[in-house]
């Protein structure tokens, strides 16, 4: 399996540009889960969805901050305008369960720099 | 208060030293739990789940201490391919919560 992947894997941009990150997750896993990563905060959870649905978006930061996951196979995290607070790696992750025994698996991660 | 909270460390011991690092969690339903190792520019990666009665997984074992809310990993005869960093994992009410992480550091 592929695992789970992530495109681009470095972004630069300019303050108010819009930026979208995607992600597909590892074929069969119904839980894909977008966290942020910065040294301040560590390892922040946005959002996740169950079978295409968004379960949880009590962690995306502010109206700015937008997910969509059309299909099973396939989602995007768009920040619109971007901030240079934005700046973060950001991590897809897939689960096939939600059982106890079961956890994530992460994408390589897009690093993100808004100047 | 975080929901946990880990020492950032950095722990800098040399090769074939132990080492343990511990990581609390605020919220004493939850369930399930992790260790998650982070590479210098990677994404996390299971290193092993924690189970109640603890559970050892080679030079690493894990324990967990639901009296005082925490759980632990130890590390024997350290490895120069150790270094990384540590990220315990939390899993309550349908959500991971993750540590900052724990920076190990192997010196020959």
């Known amino acids: 399996d592929a695992g789970v992947i992530q495109s681009p894997r470095h972004e630069v941009t300019e303050m108010g540009q819009e930026v979208t990150l995607r992600c597909k997750p590892i074929?069969?896993?119904?839980?894909l889960f977008w966290y942020r990563q910065t040294m301040m905060r560590g390892l922040e959870l946005l959002i996740y969805?169950?079978?295409?649905?968004?379960?949880?978006d009590s962690g995306m930061p502010e109206d700015r901050f937008s997910a969509k996951m059309p299909n099973a196979s396939f989602s995007t995290l768009k920040i619109q305008p971007s901030e240079p607070r934005d700046s973060a790696v950001y991590f897809c992750?897939?689960?096939?369960?939600?059982?106890?025994?079961?956890?994530?698996?992460f994408g390589p991660g897009t690093r993100l720099l808004v100047l | 208060r975080k929901e946990v909270e880990q020492d950032p460390g950095p722990f800098n011991v040399p090769e074939g030293a132990t080492v343990a690092f511990n990581c609390t969690y605020s919220?004493?339903?939850?369930?399930?739990f992790f260790w998650y190792r982070q590479d210098c520019r990677k994404e996390p990666k299971l290193l092993m789940s924690v189970y109640s009665s603890g559970n050892e997984d080679g030079r690493f074992t894990a324990q967990l201490n639901r009296a005082s809310q925490y759980i632990s990993l130890l590390i024997r005869d350290s490895k120069l391919s150790d270094s990384a960093t540590y990220l315990c994992?939390?899993?309550?009410?349908?959500?991971?919560?993750f540590g900052s992480g724990t920076k190990l550091n192997v010196k020959p």
């Open positions: 992750a897939s689960s096939p369960t939600r059982d106890r025994e079961e956890t994530q698996y």
């Open positions: 969805f169950n079978n295409n649905v968004p379960i949880d």
């Open positions: 919220n004493s339903a939850s369930q399930s």
């Open positions: 074929s069969g896993h119904d839980y």
């Open positions: 994992g939390v899993y309550n009410f349908n959500k991971f919560y």
